[in-house]
Structures are given as structure tokens and as C-alpha cells.
């Protein structure tokens, strides 16, 4: 039996969306009010803070709200995002999480028919167009049975 990882060079876990959002989010409030909430420590940790809670919402819902009260120099940052529009912001990431898969199941030179299930680990592939990508790659619905830790263990045993 081959375990097949994702491992890569490349960053591609949840932080890694949320930055991506910060950025976007971030220079709209900046354009809007005109101060930077990605420049001042307190406010770049209220934002990541929120945009993280945005995130998990948006995984099972459709449709979630993002507020910082007060998040810099007395602005508020209220925003409204569909899970489209969340999809299409992180449109890079997912491109980058489709290659990534593509090239560890190529590089593991095995057959879709041998593959007996893929498991998922992380808080990023709990994203619907993750688990999406994850069934287009492999031919399979993924599952997530394990822990983690437990997932890791066994991989390594493996």
C-alpha cells in the first residue's frame, strides 16, 4: 500500500487563505478610509481574528458577515460575502491546491483503481471547493475519519 501526500514546498493550508483575504480586505478598508489596518499590530490581529471566524462560517454556509468594531482609528469594517464571491477571491489558492494534487498523485506513479480512500486533514479541506478538487483529482468522495495526529501516525507507519 502507497500513502499519498500533498507535501509540498509550497504553503497551502488555511493560513494561507486567510492571509489572502487580509490582503484583499485589508486595502479595501485602507482605500476606504484611508488607514491601514495591515500596517498597526493590534488591527492586523483583529482582522486575521475575523477573517478566520469568515472562513469557518463560509464553509457551511453560504453566505456569512465579517465585523471588526472599531478596527482602526474609529472605522468600523463590516462586509457581507457569499461563498461564490469567497471562492472567487481565493480563485489563486485554488489553483495552486489543484496542482499541488495533481502532481503528488502523478509523482506517486499509482493508479486511480488503487487507491482505496483519501483521507483529509486540515482546517482548508473542509472548504467545499477544496472537497470539490479533492473528488476531481482522485475520482472519489474523501472522507475524514481520523484525528490528525492519528492520520499522521498511520501515514508514517504506513
Do not use: Q, W
Not at 108 to 134: M, Q
Amino acid at each position: 500500500m502507497k500513502v499519498l501526500g500533498t507535501h509540498s514546498h509550497r504553503n497551502l493550508g488555511a493560513r494561507r487563505i486567510d492571509l489572502l483575504l487580509f490582503e484583499l480586505l485589508g486595502g479595501e478598508f485602507a482605500k476606504e478610509y484611508g488607514c491601514d489596518p495591515r500596517k498597526n499590530v493590534r488591527c492586523r490581529l483583529r482582522l486575521l481574528d475575523a477573517i478566520e471566524k469568515l472562513r469557518k462560517l463560509l464553509t457551511g454556509n453560504k453566505e456569512a458577515d465579517i465585523n471588526c468594531e472599531a478596527l482602526m482609528e474609529d472605522e468600523d469594517l463590516h462586509r457581507h460575502i457569499k461563498r461564490e464571491e469567497f471562492e472567487e477571491l481565493i480563485g489563486p489558492f485554488i489553483g495552486e491546491f489543484e496542482k499541488v494534487l495533481t502532481e503528488s498523485f502523478e509523482k506517486a506513479g499509482v493508479a486511480k483503481d488503487d487507491i482505496d480512500f483519501v483521507e483529509l486533514v486540515g482546517e482548508a479541506t473542509r472548504i467545499p471547493i477544496c472537497i470539490e478538487k479533492i473528488k476531481d483529482v482522485f475520482g472519489m468522495e474523501p472522507s475524514r475519519t481520523l484525528n490528525s495526529t492519528d492520520c499522521i501516525g498511520r501515514g508514517c507507519a504506513l
